[in-house]
């Protein structure tokens, strides 16, 4: 089984991922599916079916839009443990869902892939997307097992040097287009802000080269300018054709993250960041950090700086063990 | 800069020359906003840098020291969670704005009013009904909402012309409580504005106004579009047609992301009344600009399509 779940991955790594990907750029969306895939590897699923044998029979996969590959290590593992798969597709961005169907369907693995809203009868259901989707998965779905993931944020934290780190909070916001929950919301650091900004606008540069950023939603403008705008009057924004880095105060925080945007907030010490993030506490997901002794509470996920974008497989996803967590 | 505007007000003028001379002259005397325009150097009233009206959540934005500030304005707060602030030194260029347009748009605005609107200090709206009809009876409170029986009951015992100010919102509430059609006096106008979308539900416009042709038939019904960030309003006579602007004061609908200029879109506000603070206004707001220069609203700027599992500003502002 995990032979096969490999070769669909093989077969789907091999498209044009640019189609599937919601709008990044070619080199972008490359970047993120291979990134994905090669974290799914036989010892990764070997090691996540290793830890329960119960199965569920029938699973289905309420797909969110946004984060295009956000899909696939769920179908690969829910596969591998010998379940049948049916995807329910975002209607508005279905086709990597279609795809990914199409490819593990076509070595002999049991899934199938619509935008159909009836989500039937499963026995377990892993779904995303915000407070609203949620709560109709579990509405529709009264007699399933649920292992449902809403919105959450993250942010990244530095305290040594800002040169070290500079190139790898880049990566975390170019990768995606700074989307998705894991995605870097913030910079907060104890170390002088104008340095790691400028850094990190070097970085921003040479990734908007490497992997340019495709297109945005129009309706982001006025927070992108309102940002900017706050950092041009209160601090200092340093802005390029197609990201930018303000610096603002730690009370100007918002944790949604704009498209290439990384706001830099100084902290005078770690430790008020639970301050800062106390609001949003339980959303919090990933933190990202050259220091991983001084995390916010309630942080998920501690990760080296770039590598927000890319977690590893298997993981405890928002805290949860991932087979587990669809089995009753 | 005070005498060019209330000249401009009272006799009109050259908008592109006076809307830039304001901006330098508020670049000089409005240090925020002379950081927040950074290089730019417009040589035309569409490219002046506008203000995101949500910036005065967090700025002052004002042409003078805000400690000196007698009026203060309060936007809503509903989308962020606290409410911007408008500091103004006074109110004279506002109420020479609000009445010298409503005039020209409505003809003499009664000046006995049945209000449906917030009457309290921090209320632009308010404030305006107020100075357009200084003999007002409130019928709202932000506490209680309408008094629906006390409001039917002063609309019905009218003998003379009045203004009946409301928001949509308030409107609804009003006929909700039915009541049999009263025909005011000859002269009134009743002035609809707010949004058509609350929490509680949403309002067919059109539904709304057929409903108010039946409970006050004859009145005249009116449209206002006007925000605490602008000390300008626009009028829509009667309610449902476009809404048309003062001189003074220009729409430019662009791109919501790249801020170019385009037929329809996001809605910023050039208005020499806003003397005190920043001219130039980007709002939250959609809508057509007409070659005449007026205005069709096309409600709030759509959400952001989701971006994954992260938060939306509405959600994550609203904390």
Known sequence: MLDRVLDGLARLRARDPGPLSQGLSPANARACLDATLDGITAEGLAAELGTTTARPGRVTLVAAAGVFTSPIEWAALVLAAGCSLRIKAPSGAPALCMALAEDLAAVGLPVQADTDRDLGQPEAVVGFGGDASIAAIQARTPGAHHSLYGHRFSIALVTGDPLAAAAGLARDAALYDTRGCMAPTAVFTTQEVDRLAEALAEAMASEEVALPRGEVDGVLGPEWRRRTGLARVRGRCLEGEAWAVPILDPADFVPVALPRMLPVHRLDHPGELDRILAPWRHQLSTTGTDDVDAVPAGTLRTCRLGQMQTPPFPRRHDGRAMLASILR | MRAQIVAFLRAGGDFEQTALQLYRWQRAHNTEYDRFCGAAQPTRWEDIPAVPASLFRDLFLTCFDPAAASVCFETSGTTAGRPGR??????????????????????????????????????????????????????????????????WAALRAATAPVFVPT?????????????????????????????????????????????????????????????????????????????????????????????????????????????????????????????????????????????????????????
Not at chain 2, 86 to 108: K, N
Not at chain 2, 116 to 142: A, K, N
Not at chain 2, 226 to 243: D, H, I, K, N, T
Request: hydrophobic share 35%.
């Open chain 2, 86 to 151: 408008v500091r103004l030194l006074d109110t004279e260029v506002y109420d020479l704005s609000a009445r010298l347009h409503a005039e020209r748009c409505l003809g003499l605005v009664p000046p006995r009013a049945i209000s449906l609107v917030p009457t309290d200090d921090h209320s632009s709206l308010g404030h305006m009904c107020r100075h357009l009809s200084p003999e007002t009876r409130p019928f709202f409170s932000s506490e209680t909402g309408v008094d629906a029986p006390g409001a």
């Open chain 2, 167 to 319: 928001t949509a919102l308030a409107l609804v509430d009003l006929l909700a409580h039915g009541h049999d059609p009263v025909a005011l006096p000859e002269g009134s106008i009743l002035m609809l504005t707010g949004g058509f979308k609350g929490r509680r539900r949403a309002v067919d416009p059109e539904d709304l106004l057929q409903r108010l042709s039946r409970h006050l038939p004859g009145c005249r019904i009116v449209g206002e579009y006007g925000m605490s960030e602008l000390s300008s309003q626009l009028w829509a006579v009667p309610a449902g047609e476009r809404f048309v602007p003062p001189p003074w004061l220009r729409v430019l609908a662009v791109d919501p992301w790249t801020g170019t200029g385009q037929t329809s879109g996001q809605l910023r506000f050039f208005d020499l009344a806003n003397h005190q603070t920043v001219l130039a206004i980007e709002t939250g707001d959609q809508g057509t600009v007409h070659p005449d220069g007026s205005v069709t609203l096309e409600g709030r700027l759509p959400g952001a399509r989701p971006r994954g599992c992260s938060l939306s500003v509405e959600e994550a502002r609203a904390r």
